[in-house]
């Protein structure tokens, strides 16, 4: 089982559809990132976080620390939103080092 | 200001040959980290640097793989004797300060091995 899991692995929405990407992890963490790849390939930051919740414009992402879960969300869904969306832990234990889920590939359409 | 710049951005090589790949940081940012994206596969971390320092090197795949840090700026990572399933695209990242902090990423290097 990986350590960080994440659903769905695909999606597609229309525009303007409240989105709602999970990701579960089973190892101690210190914060967990999301990230977002486009389709060229560029990865961009999207959140940093250890509790609670954070909002950036059409995005949210919060954080369970006792259920080891965190979703991200995006309201009113545009085609530019389409990418890999990506879930990324920074687990403890021994060294520190940042495991990765497979990513949710999104598709919005006009 | 520059972002994370990475060179090259494509490397075709013959199997068994030795490969170096450069990442320019952030100007400022102390940490410097390397990724490794295979062809349809999810992002794998190989290592990263705090500084000049690499306190765990275990994500490395093996021995053939170094990677090392100068003037705390530049890095490059060194794959040894190519093998085909070194083929990926390398990604490097840097942050400013705290280890795993927001990180900006490189367009990455694609790597070919033939």
């Known amino acids: 089982k990986n350590e960080v899991e994440q659903s769905p692995q695909n999606l597609t929405a229309q525009e303007g559809e409240f989105i709602t990407i999970n990701c579960s992890y089973s190892v101690g963490i210190s914060a967990l990132h999301w990230l977002q790849q486009h389709p060229g390939g560029g990865i961009v930051s999207l959140f940093m976080?250890?509790?609670g919740k954070k909002k950036h414009g059409r995005l949210i992402a919060t954080i369970n620390i006792q259920e080891k879960h965190s979703s991200l969300h995006i309201t009113a869904s545009h085609p530019r939103d389409s990418a890999v969306y990506i879930c990324a832990v920074i687990s403890q234990g021994g060294s520190e080092k940042l495991v990765f889920g497979k990513g949710t590939k999104l598709t919005v359409n006009p | 200001g520059a972002g994370v710049s990475q060179s090259p951005s494509n490397k075709v090589t013959e199997k068994g040959k030795d490969v170096e790949l450069r990442c320019d940081p952030i100007s400022g940012h102390t940490a410097l980290y390397w990724y490794r994206q295979s062809l349809g596969q999810g992002l794998e971390f190989l290592i990263y640097f705090q500084g000049n320092s690499a306190p765990d090197k275990s994500g490395l795949p093996s021995d053939r793989f170094s990677a090392e840090r100068t003037g705390g700026s530049v890095s490059t990572l060194t794959i040894q004797r190519t093998q085909q399933e070194d083929s990926a695209v390398y990604l490097c990242?840097?942050?400013?300060?705290?280890?795993?902090?927001?990180?900006?990423f490189g367009p990455g290097t694609r790597l070919t091995v033939l």
């Open positions: 976080l250890s509790s």
């Open positions: 990242a840097s942050s400013l300060g705290l280890a795993f902090g927001e990180q900006f």
